[in-house]
C-alpha cells in the first residue's frame, strides 16, 4: 500500500508543479502532503457509515477548531498560547 500511495502522491506532486509553472496555478507555500497517514480496513456496514459521516460533517467543525491556524509544531503552539496568556506560566 505505501508503494502505491507513494508513487500518487509523486506523480500529483510533479502535475501540481508543472501546473504552476506552465498553467499560473496558485503556488502553495506549505507542505502538500502530511508526513504519515492512517490506515484502516473498514470491516462491516456500521463502520463505514461512521466514516462517511464523519468525512461529511467534520469539513462543518473545522472553524470552531483550536488548530485551525496551527504550524504544526505542538510545542510552538503551546509556548505561543502562554506568551499570550502570561498568567498560566
Known amino acids: ?5 507513494g ?3 509523486s506523480i500529483v506532486t ?8 506552465e498553467n499560473n496555478w496558485q503556488p502553495f507555500s506549505k507542505k502538500l502532503w502530511q ?3 492512517w490506515e484502516h480496513i473498514i470491516r462491516n456496514e456500521e463502520e463505514l457509515m461512521r466514516i462517511q459521516n464523519y468525512i461529511k460533517n467534520n469539513p ?3 472553524e470552531n477548531d483550536r488548530l485551525k491556524r496551527a ?3 505542538r510545542v510552538q503552539e503551546i ?3 502562554y506568551e499570550e496568556e502570561p498568567w498560566m506560566i
Do not use: C, H, P, T
Open 7 to 9: 508513487a500518487f502522491i
Open 14 to 21: 510533479v502535475e501540481y508543479i508543472r501546473g504552476v509553472k
Open 79 to 81: 509556548m505561543e498560547s
Open 60 to 62: 462543518s467543525k473545522w
Open 1 to 5: 500500500m505505501g508503494d502505491i500511495l
Open 35 to 37: 508526513r504519515n497517514y
Open 71 to 73: 504550524s504544526g509544531n
